[in-house]
C-alpha cells in the first residue's frame, strides 16, 4: 500500500500464520471490555485499558514498573513481537500501540482491518484464556516526543497561527463545533465546556478507514490530511476526547505516512473542556 512503515501494520492472513508461534503475543484491547469472554482470536489475551494502563489513584498511566509487570504477566519480553487488534475499527488497539511506543517496547504491530475484519472473515474464534510463561521485561525509556501536555499545547496554539504547527481533531463534526462534548448517541459528560482548541482542522479519524475497518491507501490518506494543511514539514498534535480515537489518527499520520513530528494530547477534550482559562473554540473554522 506504499505505507511509510509498512512492518508495523499486520493483515488476519499474517496473524493466523503465526497464531503458535511463541515469539508472538496477540493481544485483544476493545471498548467493550467483556467482549473478549464471547470469543476471541485464539492464543490471544485480554488487556483492559482501564485498568492495565491507568494508574488508579492518579489521573495519568501506570509506571515504568507498572508496565513491566503487565508485560511480565502477559507473557511478553523486551524482543517479543506483540500484535494488538480490537473492536470499534482498532481505536483501543492504536491507543495500546501508542502507549506501547511511549514505554519504548520495540516490536509493536497493528492488525488491519481489526476484529471486525477477523470476524467478517469467518476466522477462527475461541473462549479458552490462555497462559504462558512470566516474560522478563524492562522499560528501556519512555518517548515523551510522542506525548503532548496540556501547557505544551497551549503553546502550540501560537505555532498553529504562525504556521510552523498544525492541530488535528478527529472527533465527530457534532464535537468539533461544540454541540456535543461527546460522540454522538454516547452519554454526553466528561466535559463542562464544548468547541475545540482553536486553530484546530476537523478530520474526524474514520475518514482514514475503509468499510472493513482497513486503513485507505498512502495516496488517499496524504490527500485527506495534506488538503486540510496537515504536511510533514509541520508539528503535529492529535486528540479527541479522551485519546484512543486520536491513537488511530496518530499512528496514521507518524507510521502511514511517515511524518515525523506527531504527538498524542491524551489529556485531550476530556481535559481542555475542564479547564479554567483556556481559549475554546466553536463552529467551523
Not at 63 to 88: H, Q
Not at 196 to 209: F, L, T
Request: proline residues 6%; contains cysteine; negative net charge.
Amino acid at each position: 500500500m506504499g505505507y511509510a512503515h509498512p512492518e508495523v501494520l499486520v493483515s488476519t492472513d499474517w496473524v493466523q500464520e503465526h497464531l503458535g508461534d511463541p515469539k508472538v503475543r496477540i493481544l485483544e484491547v476493545d471498548e467493550d471490555i467483556l467482549l473478549y469472554e464471547t470469543g476471541h482470536i485464539p492464543g490471544a489475551q485480554k488487556v483492559d485499558w482501564q485498568r492495565d494502563f491507568w494508574d488508579p489513584v492518579v489521573r495519568d498511566f501506570v509506571d515504568e514498573e507498572g508496565f513491566a509487570n503487565l508485560m511480565e504477566r502477559l507473557g511478553i519480553s523486551n524482543d517479543t513481537t506483540v500484535v494488538l487488534y480490537g473492536d470499534k475499527n482498532n481505536w483501543w488497539a492504536a491507543y495500546a500501540f501508542w502507549f506501547f511506543k511511549y514505554n519504548g517496547h520495540q516490536d509493536v504491530r497493528l492488525m488491519n482491518g481489526g476484529r471486525q475484519k477477523w470476524v467478517e472473515e469467518g476466522r477462527p474464534l475461541s473462549t479458552e484464556v490462555p497462559t504462558y510463561p512470566k516474560g522478563s521485561y524492562r522499560v528501556p525509556y519512555r518517548d515523551e516526543s510522542i506525548r503532548a501536555y496540556r501547557d505544551e499545547v497551549l503553546k502550540h496554539i501560537l505555532k498553529v497561527k504562525e504556521g510552523r504547527g498544525a492541530l488535528v481533531d478527529v472527533r465527530s463534526p457534532e464535537e468539533y463545533r461544540g454541540e456535543l462534548t461527546h460522540m454522538p448517541n454516547y452519554p454526553q459528560e466528561g466535559a463542562l465546556r464544548a468547541g475545540h482548541i482553536p486553530g484546530a482542522k476537523n478530520i474526524p479519524w474514520a475518514k482514514a478507514v475503509n468499510p472493513d475497518g482497513t486503513f485507505k491507501t498512502f495516496e488517499e490518506l496524504q490527500a485527506l490530511y495534506q488538503s486540510a494543511g496537515i504536511t510533514p514539514d509541520k508539528d503535529v498534535v492529535v486528540y479527541c476526547r479522551i485519546a484512543e480515537r486520536s491513537s488511530h489518527s496518530w499512528f496514521v499520520l507518524k507510521y502511514l505516512l511517515g511524518y515525523p513530528h506527531v504527538k498524542n494530547y491524551d489529556g485531550s477534550w476530556t481535559e481542555w473542556g475542564n479547564l479554567v482559562g483556556v481559549p475554546v473554540a466553536k463552529g467551523e473554522e
